[in-house]
């Protein structure tokens, strides 16, 4: 009788051991879901300079850029934004020039933080990301545009670059037409060409 009891006893911890793992694998799953579905309004817009001033001024005149930025790319839509915010921590050399270089030519070494903007729809952050890409095909030697992305998670950023290396990689070695769809290289047929 004792065997059975130390058996049920061991059976009974084990049991309780994979159901608190159960319970902490789902609640991670959960969290991740959560914010991959909060992450679905948000674009990340990179090459806007760092203004200098004070904070409060900083965020007002990267309010003032993110507008004229949507402006230019939907002039007919006003897009309300929740919130705007500089990501990662204010270095203020950025727009300085390094040691030796009266010109400023050093500033462009530097690259200012990107911004993140939450919006209030899937629908607007798709527009934009849409006009966008339709500015890059009329336009693709512009090296001025503002680049934009869906925000990511960390998992998804690092799967990317780890794309985006195997994309470069294989273009180098003269394979054309490719680009990254989801999480996977494909080629695309030339526009105008007949399969």
Do not use: W
């Not at 793992?21 to 090459?47: C, H, P, S």
Request: proline letters at 5%; one cysteine or more.
């Amino acid at each position: 009788m004792m065997v059975c009891t130390t058996s049920v006893d061991s059976l009974k911890n084990r049991l309780d051991h994979e159901k608190k793992e159960l319970e902490d694998t789902m609640d991670a799953k959960y969290q991740e879901i959560k914010e991959d579905a909060q992450r679905d309004f948000n674009v990340i817009i990179y090459g806007i300079p760092e203004p200098n001033g004070t904070a409060e001024a900083r965020q007002k005149e990267d309010s003032e850029k993110v507008r004229t930025t949507f402006n230019e790319l939907l002039p007919n839509q006003d897009i309300p934004v929740r919130k705007i915010y500089r990501l990662g921590k204010f270095d203020e050399n950025v727009n300085k020039p390094k040691a030796g270089e009266e010109d400023g030519a050093g500033a462009a070494a530097a690259h200012p933080r990107p911004i993140k903007v939450v919006l209030y729809s899937v629908q607007q952050k798709d527009m934009l990301l849409k006009q966008l890409t339709e500015n890059k095909k009329s336009n693709p030697n512009d090296q001025n545009r503002v680049q934009m992305t869906s925000d990511r998670s960390k998992k998804e950023r690092e799967l990317y670059k780890k794309l985006k290396a195997e994309l470069d990689r294989r273009t180098q070695e003269g394979e054309q037409n490719l680009h990254i769809r989801g999480d996977k290289i494909v080629t695309r047929n030339p526009r105008g060409s007949q399969l």
